[in-house]
Nanobody, 123 residues
Framework: QVQLVESGGGLVQTGGSLRLSCVGS????????MGWFRQAPGKEREFVAA????????MYADSVKGRSTISRDNAKNTVYLQMNSLKPEDTAVYYC????????????????WGQGTQVTVSS
């Protein structure tokens, strides 16, 4: 089973950018659809973006579409989330997740989760 470790979070001003990374262990990383979710204080964990096994297909939540790009490098067992034009409402803990499906959007589509990385956007 793949294990996931996120990094790249931090404090950034409104309009700034961050690139989150998620490194997976194990030889089956490329067999997993990957996703990013986020959870703000007092709110439910919500879908942000997903990418298929090969990286050919991607999808985004409306709240980040046009501002974020998900990508993966299977040779490095890594998935990325590039976030631009950040807003205070993007403040949350961001989680990387792996799915045995080609890809998914629901929390229940994903079986393995990282520990999360904090993103804080100041106004």
């Amino acid at each position: 089973q793949v294990q996931l470790v996120e990094s790249g979070g931090g404090l950034v001003q409104t309009g700034g950018s961050l690139r989150l990374s998620c490194v997976g262990s194990g030889r089956t990383f490329s067999d997993h659809g990957m996703g990013w979710f986020r959870q703000a204080p007092g709110k439910e964990r919500e879908f942000v973006a997903a990418i298929s096994w090969s990286g050919r297909y991607t999808m985004y939540a409306d709240s980040v579409k046009g501002r974020s790009t998900i990508s993966r490098d299977n040779a490095k067992n890594t998935v990325y989330l590039q976030m631009n034009s950040l807003k205070p409402e993007d403040t949350a803990v961001y989680y990387c997740a792996a799915s045995r499906l080609q890809w998914g959007q629901r929390r229940t589509d994903f079986t393995t989760w990282g520990q999360g990385t904090q993103v804080t956007v100041s106004s």
